[in-house]
């Protein structure tokens, strides 16, 4: 399944069938919902010109009782070359059937893709993300030097009868790693407040159903 793009982009330890079938594995048994975290996602050289490319953007902060925090515009519309680049690779035919085939969701031609900052006291509170076409959230971590003392955790919650009641995992924002997970009444999540000056940095957004 090597193709250009994906060889270009991302870690070979992720491109072989063999280890596609492990995560489509690991993926449908993680509780309390399927997702998956791929640690060291893309080529160390190709994470650290988009972080420094992404630092570079404009953000506007966003304060409300769910979130604070501060996105940039729709990374769709970018010209920033290397942004612009993994925005292609977001989009691929090839990255979308290794998904598909990881996830089980058959996905159209449409990405949404932001790239956020949560500063010091940043945070998201527990919300589903369902919202009409979206079938898979990612997120790729592009924070560095976190530690679980500064807070900015991913955690997945326990919703029985779609409301969230407790926290089964916690996943600090590690660098260069790339969350996956299937949009449902039941993909409660939250960001835990940020108590560091150190700014916790991801591109995010939803593959939507094809």
Same mark, same amino acid.
Request: hydrophobic letters at 35%; proline letters at 6%; one cysteine or more.
């Given at each position: &399944?090597?193709?250009?793009?994906?060889?270009?982009?991302? /870690? !070979?330890?992720?491109?072989? *069938?063999?280890?596609?079938?492990?995560?489509?594995?690991?993926?449908?048994? $993680?509780?309390?919902? !399927?997702?998956?975290?791929?640690?060291?996602?893309?080529?160390?050289?190709?994470?650290?010109?988009?972080?420094?490319?992404?630092?570079?953007?404009?953000?506007?902060?966003?304060?409300?009782?769910?979130?604070? &925090?501060?996105?940039?515009?729709?990374? /769709?519309?970018?010209?920033? !070359? =290397?942004? @612009? @680049?993994?925005?292609?690779?977001?989009?691929?035919?090839?990255?979308?059937? &290794?998904?598909?085939?990881?996830?089980?969701?058959?996905?159209?031609?449409?990405?949404?893709?932001?790239? @956020?900052?949560?500063?010091?006291?940043?945070?998201?509170? %527990?919300?589903?993300?369902?919202?009409?076409?979206?079938?898979?959230?990612?997120?790729? $971590?592009? @924070?560095? /030097?976190?530690?679980?003392?500064?807070?900015?955790?991913? *955690?997945?919650?326990?919703?029985?009868? $779609?409301? !969230? =009641?407790?926290?089964?995992?916690?996943? %600090?924002?590690?660098?260069?790693?790339?969350?996956?997970?299937?949009?449902?009444?039941?993909?409660?999540?939250?960001?835990?407040?940020?108590?560091?000056?150190?700014?916790?940095?991801?591109?995010?957004?939803?593959?939507?159903?094809?």
């Amino acid at each position: &399944m090597k193709t250009d793009i994906l060889v270009t982009w991302i /870690n !070979p330890l992720y491109l072989t *069938e063999k280890k596609i079938l492990h995560i489509k594995e690991k993926f449908q048994k $993680n509780t309390p919902f !399927p997702h998956y975290i791929f640690e060291d996602f893309l080529l160390p050289e190709k994470a650290q010109e988009l972080r420094k490319s992404l630092i570079t953007c404009s953000f506007t902060e966003k304060d409300a009782d769910l979130f604070f &925090m501060a996105e940039t515009e729709d990374l /769709n519309t970018t010209t920033e !070359p =290397t942004i @612009s @680049s993994f925005i292609q690779l977001l989009k691929s035919k090839e990255l979308h059937e &290794m998904i598909t085939t990881i996830t089980g969701c058959k996905l159209g031609k449409t990405v949404d893709a932001a790239g @956020s900052v949560y500063p010091f006291t940043g945070y998201l509170l %527990p919300h589903d993300d369902q919202l009409e076409g979206r079938a898979v959230a990612y997120v790729l $971590n592009l @924070s560095q /030097n976190f530690t679980k003392k500064d807070g900015g955790a991913l *955690e997945l919650f326990a919703a029985p009868k $779609n409301q !969230p =009641t407790a926290v089964i995992k916690s996943y %600090p924002p590690r660098w260069n790693s790339f969350v996956l997970f299937t949009v449902s009444p039941q993909s409660f999540h939250q960001v835990t407040e940020v108590t560091t000056n150190n700014p916790r940095l991801s591109i995010n957004g939803w593959l939507h159903h094809g």
